[in-house]
């Protein structure tokens, strides 16, 4: 007796002033019409995306690798990048490459994808509501104005449209965090299960949700736990159920990666914790700029003040129903900092968002209800909730003014990646025979529109190359192994040297990428860190600063000694500070190395000619212009060294030019 009291005394004690519910019709209208916002605003980007772009794409290679392994799986029934190659743990979501496949039986690929991804997006704000609902019983507009902010959401749309596992991973563990609530523990460990074969960062998910179950069952004290008369009972046996059948998703994910690539964790993650290893970036403010960017830049004080009010509900041992959420989002930012610091297009992010929403939300009422509370006026009810609803209204007025113009950097991501990638693909699949074996870092469109087998720099499609990508001779040694016969790369990820390319995207635009026609022996693939040197010193170039450029370029060669365009470029740096004979030298090393480089060629033609070697400078400006027609500088030069030859041959029979001025 004494303890029912106490429960209804703490239950009285934590009973909000003003609840605030939806009644049934609403929940049913509201529940529908979220996701029906955000199929929309997802169809708002694929469908425009034609007239605007060109045509269809995506702005990341992954999303092509994905829908390479469901054309293998449909048309070879193997779980492989191509016909006739062992399968392989190649993409970090098996279950976005199934489902795919099975969609792929109806509809066409890069449709499919589209499908896939938007409706995710729709279970996602859908789900994000029926969360919300569950967790704030008496102040259920928390969750319409966290859905509605996730399906207003720019970058959330993008996504749905992007090709990746992104939208389908956060679906799926709203789901399983939804059905927690929802004391439905079988379905709980279900999708928790699901959610690890669409990213491994579902673990982080279910330390989460354990967290959150230890803490409500061990710390919170008698009164303040909360009351579930007249819910479903949990039964032992559903959950023993549950446990199992996660174990067994666990269990086959861990069989599936090992029998394919001999680790746990499907291939990916290795390869990309090795290939971004020396990799730096700023990521505490790269978390700062994803979690205070557009709309969530209304409410990240108010996310932080929740989490401040959360540190103290726990303390004094109170039920917290969003510490699963912000535990997540506090795992994720800790899981990516330590293990890998790298925030790509922020999509390691995205899944957060819906959690940071209602964080973000509940925050916000929980600081001006403490001010009401603080100010027991009449009026400051009224005020704020008239606050509220502005900082939600500025929220998502936010978001819909910087929806277009995210939807247009969209579009120009991938008109980027057509341009580069996916015309590189296409030119390999025209122009080279089926046994050619590409090695290249963007293996999604080079093997989904070229149709050949490649070697995947990056190793996430060829584990062997993991091994190799801290020694640039054994990784020419892999190449040789392999039979590779053309590399396809973007030049600032990695760059070759010392051949001139098959093809090229547009040399005046970032992004260069190139195919080269790989002979072993000749054709040469730069240390990442010279190429880097290399760009800075090309900056410094631009700026004039040559003594910085001379620096940079010397730091250069120790790294790697066998470049065509280290040489030029310091040729030309030492030019400018007047060294030509050393000029000379670099550049004709640099001819040496590669024989049809056009860029040494015409600067090393200008020290001849001004040398007064004009036949030899002459013969290799035409050299350079037979390699390169367009070049502007090539055919300037040529035409000014005959009319300086024309002029000494004349001078030489004792005519001179004033002749021909008077």
């Not at 019983?137 to 996730?150: C, K, N, S, T």
């Not at 050619?436 to 080079?446: E, K, L, N, Y």
């Amino acid at each position: 007796m004494e303890k029912s009291k106490k429960q209804a005394k703490g239950a009285a004690a934590m009973k909000v002033p003003g609840a605030f519910h939806f009644t049934h019709t609403q929940k049913q209208a509201l529940g529908w019409a979220f996701p029906v916002l955000a199929a929309i605003a997802g169809l708002l980007y694929a469908l425009s995306m034609p007239s605007s772009v060109g045509e269809t794409g995506f702005p990341f290679d992954d999303a092509y690798t994905a829908l390479t392994f469901a054309r293998n799986l449909i048309e070879n029934g193997v779980y492989s990048f191509h016909a006739g190659a062992p399968a392989t743990s190649g993409l970090t979501a098996p279950l976005q490459v199934f489902l795919l496949a099975a969609l792929g039986t109806v509809i066409e690929g890069l449709r499919a994808s589209f499908a896939l991804g938007i409706v995710s997006f729709a279970a996602v704000a859908g789900l994000t509501f029926l969360l919300g609902l569950r967790l704030f019983r008496d102040q259920e507009w928390i969750a319409a104005a966290a859905a509605l902010f996730v399906a207003v959401s720019p970058h959330m749309a993008s996504a749905a449209v992007s090709g990746l596992p992104t939208m389908l991973f956060t679906s799926l563990i709203l789901a399983s965090a939804y059905f927690y609530f929802a004391r439905r523990s079988m379905l709980f460990f279900l999708f928790a299960g699901l959610a690890l074969w669409a990213h491994p960062a579902a673990l982080v998910f279910f330390l989460a949700a354990l967290i959150h179950l230890l803490y409500s069952h061990l710390a919170v004290s008698g009164e303040n736990k909360p009351s579930f008369e007249g819910e479903r009972a949990v039964t032992g046996r559903e959950t023993a159920i549950g446990g199992i059948l996660y174990l067994l998703l666990v269990a086959a994910y861990g069989v599936f990666n090992f029998s394919l690539s001999g680790t746990f964790f499907v291939n990916p993650v290795t390869a990309k914790l090795t290939y971004y290893a020396n990799a730096t970036t700023a990521f505490p403010r790269e978390v700062w700029n994803f979690y205070s960017h557009s709309w969530a830049a209304a409410i990240v004080l108010f996310a932080i003040f929740g989490l401040g009010a959360m540190a103290i509900d726990i303390l004094r041992r109170r039920h917290v129903p969003l510490l699963m959420s912000a535990a997540f989002i506090l795992g994720i930012i800790a899981a990516y900092g330590i293990i890998f610091p790298i925030v790509q297009d922020h999509h390691v992010l995205l899944p957060t968002l819906p959690f940071f929403a209602l964080l973000g939300v509940w925050g916000l009422w929980r600081a001006f209800d403490l001010l009401t509370m603080a100010l027991p006026l009449p009026i400051m009810r009224t005020v704020t909730r008239a606050l509220i609803g502005l900082v939600c209204a500025a929220a998502v007025l936010i978001a819909l003014a910087d929806w277009l113009p995210y939807r247009d950097s969209h579009y120009r991501t991938v008109r980027f990646v057509l341009d580069r990638q996916v015309a590189a693909g296409r030119w390999i699949a025209a122009n080279t025979f089926e046994d050619a074996r590409i090695a290249t870092h963007f293996p999604g469109a080079v093997t989904y529109y070229g149709h050949r087998p490649v070697l995947d720099i990056t190793g996430r499609l060829t584990p062997a190359v993991v091994q190799h990508m801290s020694n640039l001779a054994e990784l020419v040694a892999e190449f040789r192994t392999s039979r590779v016969t053309h590399v396809a790369t973007q030049r600032d990820e990695f760059e070759v040297v010392n051949s001139n390319p098959l093809f090229t995207s547009d040399p005046g635009k970032p992004g260069v990428t190139e195919v080269f026609l790989y002979t072993p022996g000749q054709t040469h693939l730069m240390s990442q860190v010279a190429s880097a040197l290399n760009v800075e010193a090309a900056r410094y170039m631009t700026q004039k600063r040559w003594r910085d450029a001379e620096a940079v370029l010397q730091r250069s060669f120790k790294e790697d000694p066998y470049s065509s365009r280290t040489s030029t470029l310091y040729g030309l740096t030492i030019l400018q500070l007047g060294d030509t004979a050393n000029a000379r030298t670099y550049l004709e090393q640099a001819i040496t190395l590669h024989e049809q480089y056009a860029p040494a060629m015409v600067p090393l033609a200008d020290i001849l000619i001004g040398q007064r070697q004009l036949d030899e400078g002459i013969r290799l400006l035409q050299r350079a212009l037979q390699i390169n027609p367009q070049s502007f500088q090539a055919r300037s030069s040529l035409n000014a060294a005959k009319k300086l030859k024309r002029t000494d041959s004349l001078e030489a029979r004792g005519i001179h030019s004033y002749t021909f001025t008077r």
